[in-house]
């Protein structure tokens, strides 16, 4: 998501009143996760920050991963030095998922006695991801690329339930040089071990780009009611007309004239000028500013973020006064 992240930690990015990351240990504290391990190559320090004073401060571990350029396979064994359970979820730390598509895949993946060495969330509707193609035995031939006499079943939505014994492919793939955790899959596949797919239909976004990341704040926006303490939400089909000038104890300052048309959010401290049209569809993070006479569509505006007077932005993000648009 370079050059975004150039400026900002991934999993750090905000996103209607939440970071990926707060996001996402909140769905796997429901799906009775109890433990996390997150390993932080690049910004790490950042990722320390944030989780000081953290109310999941004892439930998480924060790994430094040195040599991150490697790849994610390199970030992955490093934290799993850390890990002592037999049995457990890997998944990415900017990855948006719904409840339910973790505790199906853990859940079927501790059916077998003895288990299985790994278990695929698999979304057959859904057309981005790693393809997955499988045997008629259902048992997982192969990622990434087709697999002879094997069907394509649909594409992994980047969930993992693994038996420890998975850490032994993870090192092997990674000594020989491979990168991708993908890589330690289809090495455990070549040798014979049975990796299974699990069928899943919740809805789930690997947040690599401005598309996707913006496609995630669409889906929050229109499916979800956040309940971020004295924050403005506007849901779908309403709209907010502001007449004089109002100030709001949360810090919040909209000026004459405003127009905030659903579904849109706006999160404490931020200041929208006056004549701004503010949606659909837009999140304004803590502390972002839109200056007069501005026009703010299919956006999102992270923290501090700042749009100049007479902007007409649309598809974008906003961080600082950077402009990043999406498919640019």
């Known amino acids: 998501m370079a050059p975004l992240t150039e400026g900002i930690q991934k999993a750090l990015i905000s996103c209607v009143g939440m970071t990926l990351i707060d996001r996402l240990v909140s769905v796997l504290r429901t799906e ?5 391990t997150i ?15 953290h109310p999941e401060t004892d439930v998480i571990d924060i790994v430094h991963v040195p040599e991150y350029e490697r790849g994610p396979l390199q970030t992955l064994v490093t934290a799993l030095d850390v890990v002592h359970d037999e049995q457990f979820i890997v998944c990415p730390a900017d990855l948006f ?21 790994a278990s695929i969330a698999v979304d057959k509707s859904d057309r981005t991801g790693t393809p997955v193609y499988v045997k008629d035995t259902g048992q997982v031939a192969g990622l990434g690329r087709a697999v002879q006499d094997c069907s394509e079943s649909g594409h992994s939505a980047m969930v993992l339930a693994v038996d420890r014994r998975f850490i032994s492919y993870c090192k092997e793939a990674l000594d020989s040089g491979k990168s991708r955790v993908v890589d330690a899959l289809n ?3 070549s040798i014979g071990e049975d990796i299974r797919q699990v069928d899943v239909t919740g809805r789930w976004f690997d947040v690599d780009d401005i598309k996707s990341l913006l496609d995630v704040n669409e889906y929050l926006l229109r499916f979800s009611t956040p ?14 007309d502001i007449g004089e000038t109002i100030t709001l104890p949360s810090g919040i300052v909209l000026e004459s004239g405003v127009q905030i048309v659903g579904p849109s959010f706006i999160a ?29 569509r299919n956006s999102l505006l992270l923290r501090e973020a700042q749009v100049g007077e007479g902007t007409n932005l649309t598809d974008s993000v906003v961080h600082g006064s950077d402009v990043f648009q999406k498919g640019k």
Do not use: Q, Y
Request: hydrophobic residues 40%; aromatic residues 4%.
């Open 32 to 36: 009775e996760i109890d433990n996390f």
């Open 39 to 53: 390993g932080v190559g690049w910004k790490a320090t950042e990722m320390d920050r944030h989780f000081d004073n």
């Open 97 to 117: 998922v719904e409840g339910g598509v973790v505790s199906l895949t853990m859940s079927e993946h501790v059916t077998d006695n003895p288990p299985r060495i």
């Open 187 to 189: 090495l455990a596949i």
């Open 227 to 240: 309940e971020i303490d004295g924050s403005i939400f506007v849901p779908a089909g309403d709209t907010m």
């Open 268 to 296: 404490p401290e931020c200041k929208v000028g006056s004549h701004c049209v503010i949606g659909p569809v837009v999140s304004l993070e803590m502390k972002a500013m839109v200056k007069s006479r501005s026009k703010v």
